[in-house]
């Protein structure tokens, strides 16, 4: 019905960049929010950024001023570019989103299969 792909994840030195894309596919007639979360070996799961329909976004602390969430809503598109990241951002990142489907009623959270990004020090 629907599917969320995600691209963009590797092995990068600390300091350096990636970004992260996240494509959504299927049966949607309105995404509502999309977002980021990750989770590291051993840690549950954490947010890592959220962003709303109207384009209103939310950080976790950890990632304030590195990281920027964005999205193209004809493309059902979520985007993060990571910057200065560090050994602490290792973790596998998965995309979120609450959508509206054309085949049921109600808000549906669909997850990302995941993409690891790994960074070196």
């Known amino acids: 019905q629907v599917r969320l792909v995600e691209s963009g994840g590797g092995l990068v030195q600390a300091g350096g960049s990636l970004r992260l894309s996240c494509a959504a596919s299927g049966s949607i007639l309105r995404i509502n929010t999309m977002g980021w979360y990750r989770q590291a070996p051993g840690k549950q799961r954490e947010l890592v950024a959220v962003i709303s329909s109207d384009m209103n976004t939310n950080y976790a602390d950890s990632v304030k001023g590195r990281f920027t969430i964005s999205r193209d809503n004809a493309k059902k598109t979520v985007y993060l570019q990571m910057i200065s990241l560090k050994p602490e951002d290792t973790a596998v990142y998965y995309c979120?989103?609450?959508?509206?489907?054309?085949?049921?009623?109600?808000?549906?959270?669909?997850w990302g299969q995941g993409t690891q990004v790994t960074v070196s020090s």
């Open positions: 979120n989103s609450r959508m509206v489907l054309t085949i049921r009623p109600g808000e549906y959270v669909s």
